[in-house]
């Protein structure tokens, strides 16, 4: 099975900043890679598909970049609701949607 | 409005059956693919279970594989999920999620999600 590893697991930053985190593939999984934000309490929100492609409606700050193991989603200039817990998902093993163990950024 | 709402999250004992519900509104739910995915207290994401537009194709966690059954009623706009066999690890945030349109591989993302319903197994 593939294995999707997140670094850092928390991240402490301030508005403006700008912050990269990564994902590691345990095998080549091409560019299906999503990136989703998670805020306590709330459901995950897709950000990024196919490694690099923005959802509709997420602010251009957020890019995502990668293809084979690695993988990073930038936040171009941290905006306060910003602050939140990211995770990827491979998307290239059917039908083993795997999830990364998170990220939290924190201020 | 374009929306999931789960529903049927309890307090059970080990051992014991739970069947959850989540009621789709604002979109064609035929059209797509849906699954189950989980979040203990505190931890990551965990998908859980897959179903297909028409149902033609189911698929499970290792970790549910055998006790756990998806089920969708497209006439009702409704996806289920029975548990069976309960067990302590299974206590979790339960989200239903809605397979994107877009991505250009077979697997697509998730681009809609429920609000989840707690399930707790403990005695």
């Known amino acids: 099975d593939i294995q999707l590893t997140q670094s850092p697991s928390f991240l402490s930053a301030s508005v403006g900043d700008r912050v990269t985190i990564t994902c590691r593939a345990s095998?080549?999984?091409?560019?299906?890679l999503a990136w989703y934000q998670q805020k306590p309490g709330k459901a995950p929100k897709l950000l990024i598909y196919?490694?690099?492609t923005l959802e509709s409606g997420v602010p251009s700050r957020f890019s995502g970049s990668g293809s084979g193991t690695e993988f990073t989603l930038t936040i171009g200039s941290l905006q306060p609701e910003d602050f939140a817990t990211y995770y990827c998902?491979?998307?290239?093993?059917?039908?083993?949607?795997?999830f990364g163990q998170g990220t939290k950024l924190e201020i | 409005e374009v929306q999931l709402v789960e529903s049927g999250g309890d307090l059970v004992q080990p051992g014991r059956s739970l069947r959850l519900s989540c009621a789709a509104t604002?979109?064609?739910?035929?059209?797509?693919?849906m699954h189950w995915v989980r979040q203990s207290p505190g931890k990551g994401l965990d998908w859980v279970s897959y179903?297909?537009?028409?149902?033609?194709?189911?698929a499970y966690a290792d970790s549910v594989k055998g006790r756990f059954t998806i089920s969708r009623d497209n006439a009702k706009n409704s996806l289920h999920l029975q548990m069976n066999s309960l067990r302590p690890e299974d206590t979790a945030l339960y989200f239903c999620?809605?397979?994107?349109?877009?991505?250009?591989?077979?697997?697509?993302?998730?681009?809609?999600w429920g609000q989840g319903t707690l399930v707790t197994v403990s005695s």
């Open positions: 999620a809605k397979e994107s349109p877009n991505g250009s591989g077979y697997y697509k993302p998730f681009d809609l």
């Open positions: 604002g979109f064609t739910f035929d059209d797509y693919a």
């Open positions: 179903i297909s537009w028409n149902s033609g194709s189911i």
């Open positions: 095998q080549a999984i091409s560019s299906y």
């Open positions: 196919d490694a690099s």
């Open positions: 998902q491979q998307l290239n093993s059917y039908p083993q949607y795997i």
